[in-house]
């Protein structure tokens, strides 16, 4: 149940939507109650008419339950999807890690020109942060860079500024000479997460490419 | 549906929207059959009047004066001429007042209408001098009339047909039958009835009727929401004459309803025809004139009728 209701970015709304899905069934129940009365003269007719359609109406009324259940579910679904990544802001904070390392100064020619892997990574992170300025909702996101996870190198809301500052500053750094575990500082990350709330770890880096 | 009539038209009152409003079964009469225009009709008997019908062969005790000399010389044989001739009717109108008789609106229901067209009838019948009785049932006989054609035995019937009250279900066979035994004469039945009994019964008494050499007339009243099933929502269903009950969509139901009712409406017509009974089916918002026009249809054509009297005895 659980595992269900981590797939949405807004369980509460899925619990309440799965709830109101049991709407139907309750007014089919309720209407049955409520009826109205008629003396009828031609009841052998009505018994004969009934016993003609029995199947067909027992099926149809089914039918029609399921999917009013159903039609009830979906926009249940939908709506924790679409409040989850909207209105609540959760699940919006990301931590990009740049694998500073020195094996990330290794560089090849891509088009004519030299570039290292750590020039491919800070690009791949510049895009993210443009790829995620023109998704739904709001994304916060957090550049450190694998040799120092103390301090973020840059923060902030992505979009197109993101993604300026982004190309501007990261584009100035340079890969250390240090050997580094890349697991450090998937450690440090989720050590933020955990503290922080955040519930999405993306990462870029040699590992990552 | 109401037909546009102007104010003074005496027709207007052949409209049941227009009726219901007329409380008293006598003034309904009254004002139906005036603003009818009455027929005469042809008597069912053989007797010696102006027009001719068939021949007969003689047998010894025949009055020689009605012997045919034409056909003598020609044949060498004697045959009797046979006449149509104008006598009195004598008619007994048969009227279920069931349970199921008072479906429909408190003013204007099965009952009401075949009290109403029973008593349109007596009107018409009584004004031609001929003789009317009536028997009102339910499971037994309620009301019982015999048959005069005094202007005064008019108000004997309406009185009751007025006090016949909506009883228990329906016995049709034991009604046809005692019917059948207690109309000394040939003559008409006329039988309004909503028809909701057991059909094999049903025939076995119209039969027993024509056996007994009677014309049936058989006016099958039928509310039109018992036609059309025209009801919407949740209802649950409760018998007038039995305990059965049904809770149901009647939307679902319609047309599963509409087509056993025409099943039904169908056999009940072919019985009837083959029995050699005239049938018409009346709802409740027909116009009365198509029952005084079905009976004088019935009672203008002799040799429908005579078609009629050589069917269905066997």
Known sequence: ?209 | MAREKRPDDPRRFLDPAVLSRVGRLDLRARQVVEGYLTGLHASPFFGHSVEFVQHREYTPGDDIRHLDWKVWSKSDRFYIKQYEAETNLRSTLLVDCSASMSYGDAKWNKREYACTAAACLAHLLIGQQDSVGMMAHDADMRQVVPAQSSARHLEVILGALESARPGNATNILALLRRAAENIPQRGLVVLFSDLLVDRPALFQGLKMLRQRKHDVLVFHVLDAEEIDFDFRGTTRFEGMEAPDQLLCDPQALRDAYKEVVNEYLTEVRRGCTKIGADYLLCRTDDPLDTVLNKYLTFRSDPRAARARSGSGQG
């Open chain 1, 1 to 209: 149940m659980e595992s269900l209701f981590s797939l949405f970015l807004h369980p509460v709304a899925a619990i309440i939507g799965g709830l109101l899905a049991s709407l139907p069934i309750i007014i089919h129940l309720i209407r049955r109650t409520q009826y109205k009365r008629q003396p009828w003269a031609a009841m052998e007719f009505l018994l004969a008419a009934q016993r003609r359609m029995r199947k067909r109406m027992v099926l149809e009324e089914w039918i029609l339950l399921a999917l009013r259940v159903l039609l009830v579910l979906l926009v249940a679904f939908l709506l924790s999807r679409w409040l989850g990544s909207g209105a609540s802001g959760v699940g919006g904070d990301h931590i990009v890690i740049l694998d500073d390392s020195i094996s990330m100064a290794d560089a090849r020619d891509e088009r004519g020109t030299r570039k290292t892997a750590f020039d491919n990574a800070t690009a791949e992170a510049v895009r993210l942060a443009r790829k995620l300025g023109a998704t739904r909702g709001i994304h916060n996101l957090r550049f450190f860079l694998l040799s120092s996870m103390d301090e973020p190198v840059l923060e902030g809301k992505a979009g197109e500024d993101l993604a300026r500052q982004a190309e501007e500053k990261l584009s100035r750094l340079r890969p250390s000479f240090l050997g580094l575990d890349p697991t450090k500082g998937i450690d440090a990350s989720v050590e933020k997460w955990a503290a922080g709330g955040e519930d999405k770890i993306p990462a870029t880096g040699s590992f990552t490419f």
